[in-house]
């Protein structure tokens, strides 16, 4: 909950799509190309919320008005770092304040936090011991307590009318001139106190600011400065836009840079010291900035973990949908029209003559389910009119009024396929493309908007079908979403892709060659190849939405029907600096990639949920399918596991131990593997329990996959009719059950 409300805060401040993820590192960091914000990886309890949304907008404050070139200009013109970097705070943070009224109460309750905990060096010292600079700086982070000269005041109420970077470096410039020509304003030695100041935590002593409240504050801020603008005007607020005049340039001309990052802490003490001459002025440096860094140092978990940061990508449909009508041209190109096309086209339409009985007999089931489940939630209450055919049992009865019974409205359903079209699929194409007609025949018959989509990684290598690549996502291969049917085909073009998809289908079947022809091998393009599931899932998080906006369906049912698990997708894009010399691109900011290694934080952009992995080892799939859920709620997830092999399409015990929870083999004995296994082999399928999915199905595969229709036999020719009742009922039985792909989708939406 605290990672989705500093998202949130983060791309508000910034005004573009940007996240906050925790890593291994010094200090806080902003990327500007691969669009994060980076925080270290705090010691459990050593930073709070209310701080962490304080750096968040802190740091947000540097990306949006500090120019990367800032500290080199510093070096250059041999200003103390420490100095430049309280100056530039106060400048950046009365920005986000102003453009943002309600970051007022973020940076006060977060500073006077940090102050409570001594990470400025205040605990039990004199403020009045602190020189200038730092008492500037403990003033601007929320310390009503510190006390200034009149002469002090004037750089004061300078500092808070800073507008840009260079306004910034000049002002600490002829600050540290004036500093070293004041010696009244270096402070002095606090006598009570040796070395450093103690331990962390809150102190008794009143010169820490432990009061310092919001309204004190500001209180305080205006009597200081009285001439600054209560709000500065609109353009000022925005990255210095013009108002630079000396040219220093815009905070955004660093935006095609990697890296916007504040000052690491110790460079800025060191940074300002280091080099021939760096500083003419010694000693002037800011001890609270460089005692906030250590402490800052100190609060993180060097031991921890990294964890890795990734987002869902932003899949643009045109790049990987390949439309109904272009496959039906293609393949209609392709094929020849010889023996095997012929007889191929007769077997689909036998297929639908056949399947006719049957579709009818499940559309009066699904007819009678949903009738029986809308009575059951029927409701029945009185008009307040008398019922006068009651009227005479006035005496012995209390219900004289007439009564309405109100059904309640019916939810619209829709059904979005995805078939995996991959190699091993081969053996089990055949029959489950049998059940999937028969699915697709029972929506047409029930009025029920669909979508098919075989996915595939093969098509795209032979296209052109290039794959937006995006700093921060998931590094997924090219692949393609084949639609093979559609609710808004015709019955031409549904039965010419049948016929398509069916030849595919037996192009290594064991047929009459010399009746049924040869068979084609399908083209290119549509050969099968790896299981991209996981990018099919991606891909159903734009799909699923813009079906639902089509159809206007109340409810979505997406189906995935596969054999085995989706290609590993472990990799995740970043720029990087190329240091390849012998490169075109050296020196310059390449898109390359990353391995995902260890512990994964993955986010969807869209919703801003975040699903983060349990342990280092961890399968993309079932997390892809929580958040495809998160973002369409209204919708159930099921999966088809085609599990059987071999020429009966057995299911082996190991399978269907993997189908159920991937090689866990301690939640699941075998004696529980032996009572699954015989469930499937009764019904025909079996309902296992699978993390990701509502509902997940394993199926037999190869000659079980088929689907069984009832013939008349001679023997039942002038039986009696209780053995046809019988023998009927035994029929509409197997129907259903050699149809398991959809019965269950009928079950579902009735």
Known sequence: MMRNKKNTIAKLLAEEDIFVIHKQMETAYFDVKNRELGLPIWKENAINDVEEELMVCHEIGHALETPLSMLEDATIRKIEHSVVNVLEDARI????????????????????????????????????????????????????????????????DRTAKTETPNNVLDLAEELIAWMADNPESMGSPDESDEGESGESGESDSTGQGES???????????????????????????????????????????????????????????????????????????ETDSKFGKSITDARDMNAEDVNYVRVNDIDLDQVVVPYKKVIEENEKYYKKDRFFFATGEEVAELKKSSKKTVAYMVKEFEMKKSADAYARA????????????????????????????????????????????????????????QLFNLIWFCRRTNIPFEVFAFSNVYSKYNEMELKREAGAFDIDKFSMLNFFSSKMSTEEEMKMMHYVWMIANQWGQRAWDIDGYPQRASASYQLGGTPLNEAIIA?????????????????????????????????????????????????????????????????????????????????????????????????????????????????????????????????????????????????????????????????????????????????????????????????AGRISSRPLLNKFIAMVA
């Open 93 to 156: 943070e009365k920005k986000v304040k102003n453009k943002y009224l309600g970051t007022v109460r973020i940076f006060n309750a977060g500073y006077d936090s940090l102050i409570k905990k001594d990470f400025f060096g205040t605990s039990g010292k004199d403020l009045a011991t602190f020189n200038l600079i730092d008492r500037i700086n403990l003033f601007f982070k929320g310390n009503t307590d510190v006390v200034f000269s009149d002469e002090e005041k004037v750089w004061v």
């Open 540 to 732: 159903m998080m734009k799909i699923v939405p813009k079906f639902k906006n089509e159809t206007g369906v109340q409810k979505v049912h997406s189906i995935f029907l596969t054999d085995g698990a989706g290609s590993s997708i472990n990799k995740k894009c970043e720029w990087k600096l190329n240091t390849y010399e012998s490169s075109e691109s050296y020196g310059e900011q390449v898109l390359s990639t990353t391995d995902i290694h260890g512990k994964c934080v993955i986010t969807d952009p869209v919703t801003n949920k975040t699903i983060k992995t349990e342990d280092r080892y961890w399968s993309a799939t079932p997390l892809l399918l929580e958040l495809l859920k998160n973002r369409i709620p209204e919708m159930n997830v099921v999966g088809f596991f085609v599990a059987g092999s071999g020429k009966h399409g057995k299911v082996k015990s190991d399978t269907l131990r993997y189908a159920i929870d991937g090689w866990k083999y301690k939640y699941n004995s075998d004696e529980d593997i032996r009572k699954a296994l015989a469930d499937l082999n009764k019904n025909n399928v079996f309902v296992a329990k699978s993390k990701g999915y509502d509902e997940y199905y394993i199926l037999p595969g190869s000659g079980q996959l088929s689907v069984e229709d009832f013939e008349m036999s001679d023997e039942l020719v002038g039986a009696s009719k209780a053995k046809l009742k019988t023998a009927f009922a035994k029929s509409s």
């Open 379 to 434: 409701a029945v209450s009185k008009t307040g009119s008398l019922d006068m055919g009651k009227l005479h049992t006035y005496k012995y009865n209390e219900d004289l009024f007439r009564k309405v019974t109100t059904l309640p409205g019916a939810t619209s359903h829709g059904l979005v396929m995805c078939l995996d079209w991959s190699g091993s699929m081969s053996e089990n194409l055949e029959g489950t493309l049998t």
């Open 212 to 286: 310092g409240s919001s309204d004190k504050q500001e209180g305080k801020e205006d009597d200081i400065s009285k001439d600054v603008s209560k709000s500065d005007d609109d353009n000022s607020n925005t990255s210095n836009s013009g108002d630079d005049s000396d040219g220093d340039g815009d905070a955004q001309d660093g935006a095609d840079k990697n890296i916007l990052e504040v000052p690491n802490k110790k460079d800025v003490v060191e940074g300002g010291k280091s080099g021939e001459g760096a500083a003419s002025t010694p000693n002037i440096t800011a």
